[in-house]
């Protein structure tokens, strides 16, 4: 029983944390849209590079 309480509630800090981390994060995403469009610009360069070899 006291197991079973016990990963209960480390599953729900767990989650807690989970959603406090992903809600900062669509925070920052939405708060820094050109810094966004800055890192995709980036990540596509990267792969193009990658792609071809050079």
């Known amino acids: 029983m006291l197991v ?3 990963l209960g ?3 729900m800090t767990a989650l ?3 959603s406090y981390s992903s809600g ?3 925070d920052v995403i939405c708060h ?3 810094t ?3 890192f995709l610009y ?3 360069q990267l ?3 990658c792609l071809t070899g050079r």
């Open 4 to 6: 079973s309480t016990q």
């Open 9 to 11: 509630l480390s599953f």
């Open 16 to 18: 807690l944390s989970l």
């Open 24 to 26: 900062l994060l669509v």
């Open 32 to 34: 820094s849209a050109s």
């Open 36 to 38: 966004q469009r800055h």
């Open 42 to 44: 980036r990540l596509t």
């Open 47 to 49: 792969s193009a590079v």
